[in-house]
């Protein structure tokens, strides 16, 4: 189940920086031109706190199913899940056959927010 994602890491000093959503997208277009943390601070890589949870990896390395440093870039059509033209998180357990209810995207604050809260 994802938590509720945060633009920053703890640790990290946060950068003021707020563009609109047409200024988002043009910043978007030329992304390419950016190293990783100007587009982090600009908002075009979100955190996302992600669980791996492979049974074995997990059962022979603690700890290894978390990765706390995990971005998922922004796109102008980014959704819950997260979704995107290019990529979908499932949160699917096979083991009970339960489809979780994916990560709620906010459009404001440009996080990912854990459906349920906890």
Known sequence: MAKTSSPVKKGEKAVAVALSPAETRD????????DGATQKKLG??????????DPLVAKKNP??????????????????????????????????????EP???SVGEKVFLDPQAR
């Open 63 to 100: 700890g290894l199913e978390i990765d706390d440093d995990f971005y998922v870039p922004w796109e102008p059509r980014i959704g819950d899940g997260p979704t995107s033209a290019r990529f979908a998180i499932v949160d699917y357990d096979s083991t009970t056959n339960t489809l979780e």
């Open 103 to 105: 990560a709620k995207w």
């Open 27 to 34: 910043v978007y277009a030329s992304r390419r031109f950016l």
């Open 44 to 53: 075009l890589k979100v955190r996302f706190d992600t669980y791996y949870k």
